[in-house]
């Protein structure tokens, strides 16, 4: 009771860590239907073989890159599309590749302010410019763009911010964000393609979900659609 989830499993072998946490009301309160996406770019280029997943409280849908650290999966959770007009309870692809959306508040509340609703997301042929992946690295996250990052933003440590925190395991519902402590960026290198940053980070933790907000620019000017990243780091990857 009221244990750190981490040293939960350190001591318990039965018990995993999840591969993503979503933290709650800033990606969300009830995840509920989620699909692969296979479209083969149907639903744009950029995000094949990431996880869509809705919400039935916050009437959204997010989006979850996973990657193999250690044996085990892990990865990020984004924020992809808000205001829907009820809460999301299931997802799937249509034979046109474009994400069909039911929703519904029955039962429970949900911002979207209708009781029902069938809605469908289309790719417009833009490219948005997002964090398209937030991979671990020995000492810090590799992230991928899905645009050419502006060099000057970029390589500048202070265009990011970085906490981590975990949650307790107790018999009441719920955890607040415990443990928490900044992750400072020690350094930031842009590839020479722009398409991704190694970020060095100081105090990176095992089971803890890292908070990464990035302040940048594309080389166009473009500003990121959605700024934060949440990545559940299970395992730290060996040098």
């Known amino acids: 009771n009221e244990t750190l989830l981490p040293d939960v499993a350190k001591t318990i072998a039965s018990f995993k860590l999840p591969a993503v946490w979503f933290p709650y009301d800033k990606m969300g309160r009830s995840a509920s239907g989620f699909v692969w996406n296979q479209t083969r770019g149907k639903f744009g280029p950029f ?17 979850v890159f996973l990657e193999t650290v250690g044996g085990r999966k892990q990865g990020a959770c984004f924020p992809f599309r808000a205001g829907l007009q009820s809460g999301v309870i299931r997802v799937a692809w249509d034979l046109e590749g474009a994400l069909l959306v039911g929703e519904s508040d029955r039962g429970w509340g949900s911002l979207g302010g ?4 069938l809605e469908r997301l289309v790719w417009s042929g833009a490219t948005p410019f997002e964090m398209r992946e937030v991979r671990a690295q020995p000492n810090g996250f590799e992230v991928v763009f899905t645009k050419p990052v502006d060099a000057a933003s970029a390589a500048d440590v202070s265009s990011y911010r970085c906490e981590s925190y975990t949650y307790l395991l107790h018999e009441t519902y719920g955890s607040d964000e415990v443990e928490k402590a900044p992750c400072a960026v020690t350094a930031a290198v ?3 393609d722009g398409m991704s ?24 000017g473009e500003e990121l659609l959605h700024d934060v990243a949440y990545y559940s780091l299970i395992v730290r990857p060996q040098p």
């Open 114 to 117: 209708k009781t029902t609703g």
């Open 190 to 192: 842009v590839a020479a």
């Open 197 to 220: 940053v190694q970020l060095t980070l100081e105090n990176l933790r095992a089971g803890f979900v890292h908070e990464l907000h990035a302040q940048v620019r594309a080389t166009d």
């Open 47 to 63: 995000f094949e073989g990431q996880l869509f997943v809705g919400d039935q409280y916050q009437s959204a849908v997010s989006r």
